[in-house]
Structure formats: structure tokens, C-alpha cells
């Protein structure tokens, strides 16, 4: 049985389904909560997205604001062959730690929400719709081929992931984790050479204030 921070390569955009990689951040038209991943290689800022895919953005805020993800790490890199290079993922989050991760919350769809597995996005991982919690990835490049495909005689491609945010500024970050050494022996099944020899500590998650909010003296 998968564990529920997998992302299964069968769903991953292949080199003749790949899309060009999105090089911007999405429109910001919507509602969005600035998110910063303070690591030991370096910040990564995320905007989340609180207006088009509500439960989720609230789930990793919810995560953000309850500490949860502080003393976490970055433990997976995943490279594909194709595409602009550097391609694939980062994945990090609570490793399913009892005294960190919350009940797993409700799918929500990329058909639903109008987001995509685009560059710096950010999609939840989980066994099975329903079971997302506290692990996530971060794209390197275009992986179309995990968002929901509601045509689709696979359940798995029908539900996809559900992306809920993207990088804004650390992909540098992202990129220089992505291509640390990886252990051959850690890991299962595919996954197996994919573990970080030394994972990348998230020392603290935390929200960016809009500017000009601060109390005055």
C-alpha cells in the first residue's frame, strides 16, 4: 500500500505531454496568503491560495500557524530526464509524525479550482482523495500530468492533486535542494534512490505581513 506522501510517477506529465514551464507566478487577482519556508539553504516564499482552493491553502495555514511544520524537512528529491532542465520535485512536510499531522482533508481537484502543476507550484501529497495532511511538493517544472483529468478511466488521473499555492521567490532555493545528493539505498519501491543523503531542515514557517501592517509604537 502507497504511503500517503507519494506522488506516483505513472501521473507525471511525460516529455510529449509536457507543457512549456510557466516562468511567472499565476495572476494575482485572487486572494492569497504570503507564506515563508525559512530553511537552512535559504527562504522560499509561497502565496497561497486562499480564494481558489480554500481547503487546502487553509489546511498548510493551518500548519503555518500551529508550528507544525517547524523542525521539519525537505527529504525527497525526484528528477526527471525531460523537459528544461532542472526538472521534477522537492517533496518535505510531517512524514505522518503522530504529534505533528493533522486528519486528512477533503480533495479538492485542480478541474475544480483552475490551478495547475505548473513551475514553484505546490500540490499535496496523498494516498487517496481525502487523505492529504501535511506533506507536500514543490514543481520544478511543468508536471500537467498530475492535475485532475475528470475524462480519465483511472481514478487516480480523474482526481489528480491538488495544487494550492506557488513559489513566488526561493525557486534558487528550490533548485539548490533538488540537486543535493541523493542515498541509493533509502527509500521503496520507485522511490527508492530518491531520499536526500542530509535532508534540508525547515527551521520555521511562518506568514508574511502585508506591508504596512505592523502596530504602531
Known amino acids: 500500500m502507497l504511503k500517503r506522501f507519494v506522488l506516483p510517477l505513472s501521473l507525471l506529465a511525460t516529455p ?5 514551464t510557466a516562468e511567472a507566478p499565476p495572476e494575482t487577482d485572487y486572494e ?3 507564506i515563508v519556508l525559512q530553511t537552512t ?3 522560499i516564499v509561497i502565496a497561497l491560495e486562499m480564494e481558489r482552493a480554500p481547503i487546502t491553502a487553509a489546511n498548510f495555514l493551518r500548519y503555518v500557524e500551529e508550528d507544525r511544520f517547524d523542525g521539519t524537512v525537505f527529504y525527497r528529491a525526484m528528477p526527471l530526464d525531460w523537459g528544461e532542465q532542472p526538472n521534477g520535485l522537492i517533496q518535505g512536510g510531517t512524514q505522518w509524525d503522530p504529534e505533528r499531522v493533522l486528519p486528512g482533508i477533503e ?3 485542480t478541474s475544480e479550482t483552475g490551478l495547475t502543476h505548473s513551475r514553484g507550484a505546490l500540490s499535496m501529497a ?3 482523495p481525502g487523505t492529504a495532511n501535511g ?3 514543490i514543481m520544478l517544472g511543468d508536471q500537467s500530468g498530475l492535475d485532475a483529468d475528470p475524462a480519465s478511466d483511472d481514478p487516480a488521473r480523474q482526481a489528480g492533486y491538488a495544487v494550492f499555492g506557488y513559489v513566488t521567490d ?3 532555493v528550490v533548485e539548490a535542494i533538488h540537486a543535493l545528493p541523493t542515498d541509493p539505498d533509502k527509500g521503496e519501491g ?3 534512490g530518491q531520499m536526500l543523503t542530509e535532508p534540508v531542515e525547515i527551521d520555521e514557517a511562518r506568514v508574511v505581513e502585508p506591508a504596512g501592517t505592523a502596530e504602531a509604537d
Open 16 to 20: 510529449l505531454a509536457a507543457q512549456e
Open 32 to 34: 492569497t496568503t504570503d
Open 41 to 43: 539553504m535559504g527562504d
Open 107 to 109: 480533495h479538492e481537484p
Open 126 to 128: 496523498m494516498g487517496e
Open 135 to 137: 506533506d507536500f511538493s
Open 170 to 172: 526561493g525557486m534558487d
Open 190 to 192: 520507485w522511490m527508492k
